[in-house]
């Protein structure tokens, strides 16, 4: 009896506790109104931090406050979200808080505490950044005012110089000549050269050394140097250039007046003007005045980001190719360290000196500022023990002045344009130094550190994240860390700049020597190694503040050594890590997941990706309520959806199911209706589970959505079902039928028809992807010009169709491949029903006999263009090409082949090209491809009458060149005794079969016209007209030697002492034609 007297004493006071919880956590509760004005004074913090992170590494109080207030914040999150924990309980059916009362006084310290010391600091800080005048927009933080006065000497850049002049059109004289004969098309008036760099690699010190060789200053009759720097003002700048014309001062007001005044200056003059330090687009606004200058002047471009120029390709002008500049090499970056440092380390006296020095340089990866920085800090004492302590610190608390490296690449940081960027290029230093990114890898990372907000657009977060990414690409804090690979790595002095705005928040944890991490970190990643393993990860310390964990597996060491177990460290950490919000543990090889995970009760985004072997979530999961994202992409054992009681889990709106797909929404908890699911494959099975009608339910999607297994949907009806008309974040969407399902027939094809139609999408719909449909008609009638405003691409892949009609004019790329059925798309590709198209892909149509190539001109936008394996083309004239096209591929192409090389003629913006299988081309003469002005690829594979291909000095600015299986070639590189020495160091990867029939005192091989590469005995080099310092790769192929019992040896390339790997195909004695070498070096 005594117990159930208990019993419903306790049923009885259930309400009076839930009503205690709604009046101390309700929206108008006290403690509510003091969380928010907790989150108010978070949003001034922040803004102060803004206003004085790039000040830190100059005022030691600055820093030291920095770091204070960043640990009051943190504290504030943690109250913020406990707050907001407790709430989510409060919604939980039969979850009850023990001892509420005294929860809610012990917490209302807390706030009061956290909005004391945010309060205390910000007013600290505050004061001391108006002390020192900081501005309250950090922009003005500013750099020196450069001039055209350049440096006594150059080091390392004889090349780009000569690059520079040549790519300028100017004689080797320097003397007035005709027009350029770089510049063939009579609507070009002048050029723009970009170069492009980080901070400090020396940008403005070559465009000085341009801008006063002797050359340039006989050849052009105006010369006009502007440092740009910081805000474009277009009234200021006019007046400044009108100055340095007129050498008056200008005092007009009037931007009319201003423009009429340069025109008369420079008309009809030939003009260099150098823009230096350019931070915006707005220069091109200059572009009207210089209109009226000599058709072969030319403007100079400095700048850090290569969007500032990329859009300024108009019918006046030549964009020529950008000199990206990068690191001095390594000898002759020691001359320019030496130089700085003041030093000649060959006098005895300084030996000692010579290696400390020696391991300082390496640091700085070539940057001639950072050289000037450090070398100058070193000259103020020669030292030994003042070397070491400056060789042992990190770049940014080294003293330096406002010309400083840190001072110059803080400006990069300074001007992204969003406090989002800043967050996401920040947050890296978490990560070691020369780390290799994969871009959706740290488009994760982002995520998971709530760097990208979510936004109520048709995009999904990893794509959101992932122009993010590219706009830091595009600025220059990453670049790609090898040929060809879709690899990114920072620059180390990027990442110190990463490492002076994060301090001791961020930690990269590589060796067991625990006692370095700093007791105050927040987010920390561990790169796990053979002394940094799964055991001695039981033995991290309690990091009572850590809020983000990321868990690094190598394959060679972690995620492919099977032995390898994290299970035992993951228990350790779940006991630990009480704090932690951001729990990353991708290809960790874990196969299940500790009960102990449900301690983790602040726990918000949890990365279990790729961890093939967990087959199931166990029932403590249930209690992580403040879970709002979870990946389980690549856990293919563990597809069965969550244990039962998930549906607690209110907070989870984020979800990445294993390989992105569905599985059967029986078996999903009924909040996955509602929660935001991206990039998700759904598979339509007639089991009468898996419907189509199943879709309306996920009214969460975002990103693409992609329907496998069309061929089960019955009707129209059942289609309309699916509710894809109501998915308004969707943007791209992909229809699969299955291509070997059933045989065609009439009824059939009627239901594809019809079940076409009934998938009509939102009008929001970007892209577009058609996979097997055999239905005969194309598009549906929901394509129409109104229907899909927004709609951008279209792909049609296999499918029956023997037309394409009109498509939407918004269309902007479009894609037909392997439409065996398809006869004629010349209803479908005119220029003026397609006005915006930029990209024309079309591939192995059989029967494909009728394109509109005679007005593709006319595609004023096109900048890709690819036509492969479509034979029965038939061309009554020519195809004709627009000056904006940027990529093209002809191959197996009919009689279009025809149309080469003529078609080549001013594609002056052509950066690819590659054309194969075209039986009708017999040369290329040198004039077309000298107007290939931005040419870097070239591929030429299988041409059987190609006879010759231009001179070699079209190599002149080649990354990429391979020629092969053109039997009549008859090239005559390095022949010509008075072409001048070549300088293709731009070239960075080649085939040696390129070069088959140069003649035998310069080739690599015999006269075998059929084959790619046969070795010869003896000392075979590459033609010594050819200097390839930069190429890092070459092939060779040998299996098809006239003499194969000859000796042979391996080429010597003393031109290319860059190459890193060289492939050999040499013959075997079972097979001549199959065993491959590898030589890496």
Known sequence: ??????????????????????????????????????????????????????????????????????????????????????????????????????????????????????????????????????????????????????????????????????????????????????????????????????????????????????????????????????????????????????????????????????????????????????????????????????????????????????????????????????????????????????????????????????????????????????????????????????????????????????????????????????????????????????????????????????????????????????????RGFFHRAANFAELYVMHDLMHDVCQSLKGNECYCLEDVAFANIPPNVHHMSVCCRPLLNAENLTKLPKLEKLHTLVVEVTADFGYRNKKWRFPIAFKSMCDELMSIRRLSLSHCNINEIPENIGNLKYLQYLDISNNIELEKLPQSFCNLYDLEFLDRDGCNNCADGFPSGCDKLRGLNYFIPPNHLVPSLTRIPNFLGAMQLSNLTYEVKNDGISKIENLKLLTGVRGYLSIKGLENVSSKKAAEEAGLNKQEHLYKLCLYWDPWWGKSSPANNEIHKEVLEGLCPHFNLIVLEIYHYRGLDLPPSWMGKDDLPKLKSVMIYSCWNKTVSQLPCTI???????????????????????????????????????????????????????????????????ISLPPSLKKLVLSECGELDNSIPSCLQNLTSLEFLKIENCPNIVSIPNDVMRNLLSLRWLKVWYCSNLESLGDEEFLQSIELFHLAQCPKRQITWGQNPNSRQLSADALTAVAASSFDTIPPQMALIDQTPTTGLPLTAGSSTIPSSLQMSSTTTMDLDASGSAAPSAPRTIPSFPQMPSIEALRIDVPSSSNPRKRKADALH
Request: charged share 25%.
């Open 1 to 474: 009896m005594e117990q159930v007297k208990t019993f419903f004493e306790w049923t009885a006071a259930v309400p009076s506790v839930y009503q205690s919880l709604v009046e101390a956590l309700g929206p108008n509760s006290e403690l509510s109104k003091s969380i928010s004005g907790l989150e108010a004074t978070l949003i001034v913090a922040s803004q102060l931090i803004e206003r004085s992170e790039c000040w830190c590494f100059r005022y030691d109080s600055i820093g030291k406050l920095l770091s204070y207030l960043k640990s009051a914040i943190y504290e504030a999150e943690l109250t913020i979200d406990e707050f907001k924990s407790q709430r989510r309980v409060e919604n939980i059916p039969g979850e009850l808080i023990n001892n509420f009362k005294n929860w809610a006084t012990g917490f209302q310290k807390k706030v009061i505490s956290a909005q004391g010391n945010l309060d205390r600091f910000c007013d600290q800080l505050e004061k001391i950044c108006n002390s020192h005048e900081i501005p309250q927009n950090p922009k003005k933080f500013n750099r020196p005012i450069t001039v055209s006065r350049p440096p006594d000497v150059l080091y390392g850049r004889d090349k780009e110089l000569d690059d520079a002049i040549g790519m300028l059109g100017i004689p080797r004289s320097g003397l007035h000549a005709g027009k350029s004969s770089s510049c063939t098309d009579s609507k070009r008036k002048f050029h723009v050269l970009p170069i492009v760099g980080m901070g400090g690699i020396g940008k403005t010190t070559l465009s000085q050394m341009v801008y006063k060789d002797k050359r340039v200053q006989s050849y052009y009759d105006l010369k006009i140097w502007i440092c740009v720097n910081e805000k474009f003002n277009l009234e200021g700048m006019l007046k400044e250039i009108i100055q340095c014309v007129t050498q008056k001062v200008c005092d007009f007001t009037n931007l009319d007046l201003l423009q009429d005044t340069l025109i008369k200056a420079v008309k009809p003059k030939r003009v260099l003007l150098v823009l230096d330090d350019i931070w915006s687009a707005e220069w091109q606004q200059l572009l009207g005045p210089m209109n009226e200058a000599s058709e072969e002047s030319a403007i100079i471009l400095t700048t850090r980001s290569r969007e500032y120029f990329i859009t300024c390709m108009k019918d006046n002008i030549t964009l020529l190719k950008p000199i990206l500049l990068e690191g001095l090499g390594e000898e002759m970056y020691w001359e320019f360290f030496k130089s700085c440092v003041g030093l000649s380390f060959d006098l005895m006296n300084y030996f000692e000196l010579e290696h400390i020095a020696r391991v300082i340089c390496s640091r700085l990866k070539g940057s001639p500022l950072a050289a000037k920085t450090l070398g100058g800090v070193l000259s103020q004492r020669i030292d030994r023990q003042h070397w070491i302590t400056i060789s042992e610190s990190k770049m940014w608390k080294v003293k330096q002045g406002e010309d400083g490296i840190m001072h110059v690449l803080l400006l990069s940081y300074m001007h992204l344009p969003s406090v989002e960027l800043k967050k996401c290029f920040s947050y890296c230093s978490m990560f070691p130094k020369n780390k290799q990114f994969r871009p959706d890898k740290l488009a994760k990372f982002w995520i998971m550190n709530r760097l990208i907000p979510i936004q109520e657009n048709l995009k999904s977060m990893e794509d959101l994240a992932l122009d993010h990414f590219y706009e830091l690409e595009n």
């Open 812 to 878: 902007t790329e479009v894609a037909i491949c392997k439409c065996n059925g398809l006869e004629s798309l010349v209803d479908c590709l005119r220029p003026n029903l397609l006005p915006k198209l930029k990209c024309i892909e079309i591939r192995w149509c059989d029967k494909l006999k009728s394109l509109p190539v005679e007005s593709f001109h006319e595609f004023v936008f096109l900048e890709m263009l690819h036509i492969n394996g479509c034979k029965r083309l038939t061309c009554s004239t020519k």
